[in-house]
Nanobody, 121 residues
Framework: QLQTCGGGMVQPGGCLRLSCVASGIIFEKNVMAWYRQAPGKPREFVALISWSGGTTRYADSAKGRFTISRDNSMDTAYLQMNDLKPEDTAVYYC????????????????WGQGTQVTVSS
């Protein structure tokens, strides 16, 4: 089970930190990822982090502004989002996958409930 929190409303240029707390899974054996879904659009990949945290991947839209991290001692993954833009407005979901390097949403066995991020002036 994944519990997502940290969303909210911010002005353009602002920042937020999302958290995803895992329970009932072997956290350190799961790749963790963040996806997002804007109204009327399909869910899209944002970022992922490997079991150890040594490998990260980002969507082009997130590069240079977002940072994914994890704390295996706390069974928690994070998404630090800086310089937020209105187009970042979406529901953000965390996912957990035992696939070594997941490349599609179907590779994720567990999903959080989502947290709303709204960027507006």
């Amino acid at each position: 089970q994944l519990q997502t929190c940290g969303g909210g409303m911010v002005q353009p240029g602002g920042c937020l930190r999302l958290s995803c707390v895992a329970s009932g899974i072997i956290f350190e054996k799961n790749v963790m990822a963040w996806y997002r879904q804007a109204p009327g659009k399909p869910r899209e990949f944002v970022a992922l982090i490997s079991w150890s945290g040594g490998t990260t991947r980002y969507a082009d839209s997130a590069k240079g502004r977002f940072t994914i991290s994890r704390d295996n001692s706390m069974d928690t993954a994070y998404l630090q989002m800086n310089d937020l833009k209105p187009e970042d407005t979406a529901v953000y979901y965390c996912g957990a996958s035992e696939v070594v390097m997941p490349t599609r949403q179907s590779h994720y066995e567990f999903w959080g409930q989502g947290t709303q991020v709204t960027v507006s002036s």
